[in-house]
T-cell receptor, first 114, second 108 residues
Framework: DSGVTQTPKHLITATGQRVTLRCSPR?????VYWYQQSLDQGLQFLIQ???????AKGNILERFSAQQFPDLHSELNLSSLELGDSALYFC?????????????FGSGTRLTVV | KNEVEQSPQNLTAQEGEFITINCSYS?????LHWLQQHPGGGIVSLFM???GKKKHGRLIATINIQEKHSSLHITASHPRDSAVYIC??????????FGTGTSLTVIP
């Protein structure tokens, strides 16, 4: 157990639907990162939050949104789902908001859109 | 254009061999990370480098900032090292870029 908790582990949903992925960071970590890993595009950075505020934004679609709550857990909302959104979604956390310290990854949420 | 290039894409080694995986990048970075992803999908952060060299057990990671190049070495490789190794860089604007990964298979 890495200390980063992602739920659910697996999710199957239909095109056009909306889902919410949840991430609880490791105790003491203030920063949360979301990544998407698909078969054809590999790992891609989506978005980072630090202590409740958006810190950096990567290749996140407009149909996707995220937030970090006061208790530091984060949610990634994916709407108007398409077949191409099927992927592994990872969350990672770190103590600070920069890349200068290590990251701890969750075990991921496997999203299948049918 | 890929900001991070890894080589080789696939690597098969006999148990005990010394292994090197290379990573070249084109952006200015604040840090470079080596990640390990096992067949089950879980990702483990192996190293974070901003300069020099780090060692952890049989794993050694080096970075040359001037040449924008990093290497991950595995000494005395073992079948349990079989995994995908991913190089990731964080640029000075906190953007992440990932290599496509090196799939390593170590045969007993």
């Amino acid at each position: 157990d890495s200390g980063v908790t992602q739920t659910p582990k697996h999710l199957i949903t239909a095109t056009g639907q909306r889902v919410t992925l949840r991430c609880s960071p490791r105790s003491g970590d203030l920063s949360v990162y979301w990544y998407q890993q698909s078969l054809d595009q590999g790992l891609q950075f989506l978005i980072q939050y630090y202590n409740g505020e958006e810190r950096a934004k990567g290749n996140i679609l407009e149909r996707f949104s995220a937030q970090q709550f006061p208790d530091l857990h984060s949610e990634l909302n994916l709407s108007s789902l398409e077949l191409g959104d099927s992927a592994l979604y990872f969350c990672a956390s770190s103590v600070l908001g920069t890349g200068l310290y290590g990251y701890t990854f969750g075990s991921g949420t496997r999203l299948t859109v049918v | 254009k890929n900001e991070v290039e890894q080589s080789p894409q696939n690597l098969t080694a006999q148990e005990g061999e010394f292994i090197t995986i290379n990573c070249s990048y084109s952006v200015g970075i604040s840090a470079l990370h080596w990640l390990q992803q096992h067949p089950g999908g879980g990702i483990v952060s192996l190293f974070m480098l901003s300069s020099g060299k780090k060692k952890h057990g049989r794993l050694i990671a080096t970075i040359n900032i001037q040449e924008k190049h990093s290497s991950l070495h595995i000494t005395a490789s073992h079948p349990r090292d079989s995994a995908v190794y991913i190089c990731a860089v964080v640029d000075t604007g906190n953007q992440f870029y990932f290599g496509t990964g090196t799939s390593l298979t170590v045969i007993p």
